[in-house]
């Protein structure tokens, strides 16, 4: 039976592209992630390790670039089989983890500072429009029926150590959007959520990794399986307490994963080790994905199985950085993603808070073309394809990103720029001339 926790978890942005009046069958809406995010690191901090001559790795880079794609198609698309090509949530983690590994030479309560310095600043802007926008849409303190808890709770809007609140259901502006907007929009911050705790907690972890690493690394899967095996059906799943409990075990063992990578611990072990027990863990999270009661008519989505998920993204992550090229450039046939790679770590938080706005504003600006006769008796199935939904989010998203993106630039104390796209090199160009 799956928890209140994994039905959000599991809700995919709505296609509602069809208005009411000409609408016989709509859809219900079924997270993310929202999965969201994106990571929320976009430039290592601290000294690079010994093995670099750079403060960049490529091959990081593209997995953050391929993680964060990933989640905006997923949201859009609800692929089921996306979450298994790329666990992009089990990636992001471990890359963070890598992140928070170097970066911890340096004395913790510093780097914990400017891991929130970083995180937080954007989250504030984001948090103070949705509010506002939640509030103008009719949500207050007696729409929930606790209205002291309601005041609350927008605390976790300042430091997320909760998920923040929203509205389940809204009158949608005057129905110009689906009631569940705010819902669609905002229940993927689990992941900043989570990502929170990491980081304060890293300090503690990566000491207890070098002290005692396969208990650690292994503990947060174990909790994950205890949790969700015996603790499932009751009444306390419910609560914010197990939520974020049970978000930080399943991710726990790929976050402490990445701090190994970046310790050097996985390179002390045989070379055979990773890619024989990795695909191991994998089937074991595949097999059990499969035994789950489901709808029959529909295919099992791991988003809504934290042990199927926490297995399967271990094991994918334990694959990747067993591979683990480190790029100090990019390899040729690579170059040219070079741009859209870097401009992707450098918004990754901002892509990552504002996805689900545009694909949910896409929507209510695709369904007036139902009313024009032309559109209606030839392209119904241009207006009802989540690909033409897609077309249109992405320049939606490019404006909220030139728009907010900046305040990424303020937190982490750079020159704030409006599309930090990289420049070719004229040297570069001189000598390919």
């Known amino acids: 039976m799956t928890s209140s926790t994994d039905f959000w978890r599991s809700r995919d942005t709505l296609q509602l592209r ?35 001559k750079t403060g960049r790795d490529r091959y990081l880079d593209l997995l953050r670039a391929l993680a964060l794609v990933r989640v905006v198609l997923y949201h859009n698309f609800g692929w089921a089989w996306l979450p298994l090509a790329f666990p992009s949530m ?4 471990a890359l963070a983890g890598s992140l928070m590994a170097r970066s911890l030479s340096r004395p913790a309560l510093g780097v914990i500072r400017g891991r929130l310095r970083r995180l937080l600043p954007p989250m504030w802007l984001f ?37 923040p609140p929203y509205a389940d259901e809204l009158a949608g502006f005057h129905h110009h959007v689906e009631q569940s907007w705010a819902a669609q929009i905002i229940v993927p ?12 907690l890293s300090p503690l972890m990566l000491r207890a990794l070098r002290r005692f690493p396969v208990v650690t690394l292994f503990t947060p899967l174990a909790l994950s399986i205890v949790m969700n095996t015996f603790f499932a059906e009751q009444e306390f799943v419910y609560s914010r307490v197990w939520e974020t409990a049970n978000d930080f075990t399943m991710f726990g063992s790929c976050w402490i994963l990445g701090m190994a990578h970046q310790e050097g611990l996985l390179k002390k072990i045989p070379q055979y080790v990773l890619p024989s027990v990795a695909p191991l863990i994998m089937v ?5 994905l499969q035994t789950r009661p489901v ?29 683990s090229p480190s790029w100090e450039q990019w390899p040729r046939p690579l170059e040219r993603w070079n741009g859209l790679v870097s401009l992707l770590n450098s918004r990754a938080v901002s892509v990552y808070l504002w996805h689900e706005t545009a694909l949910v504003v896409a929507v209510p600006l695709i369904d007036p ?51 930090p796209y990289p420049r070719r090199g004229r040297g570069r160009r001189r000598a390919a001339g």
């Not at 089990?90 to 983690?93: E, T």
């Not at 007696?142 to 309601?150: I, K």
């Not at 074991?284 to 059990?288: I, L, M, Q, R």
């Open 189 to 200: 911050l689990w992941y900043l959520r989570a990502y929170l705790w990491y980081v304060l």
């Open 127 to 163: 948090g103070a429009l949705m509010i506002a926008l939640q509030i103008y849409d009719g949500w207050g303190p007696r729409s929930e029926g606790h209205p002291t808890w309601w005041w609350a709770k927008l605390a976790f809007w300042i430091l997320p150590l909760s998920t």
């Open 284 to 288: 074991a999270g595949f097999w059990y």
């Open 18 to 52: 069809v208005p009411a009046g000409l609408r016989s069958d709509p859809r219900a809406l079924p997270e993310p992630e929202p999965e969201p995010v994106p990571e929320p690191e976009t430039a290592p901090e601290g000294e690079a390790p010994s093995r670099r």
């Open 90 to 93: 089990g990636v992001m983690f």
């Open 295 to 323: 709808d029959p008519t529909e295919p099992t989505d791991i988003e809504s199985w934290p042990i199927a998920q926490a297995l399967w993204s271990l094991g994918f992550v334990a694959l990747l950085l067993h591979v």
């Open 369 to 419: 073309l139902w009313s024009v006769r032309f559109f209606y008796d030839h392209l119904q199935w241009l207006l009802l394809s989540p690909w033409f939904t897609l077309l249109v989010a992405i320049p939606l998203l490019v404006l909220l990103v030139l728009t907010f993106g900046w305040v990424e630039d303020v937190a982490a104390k750079r020159p704030p720029r409006l599309l």
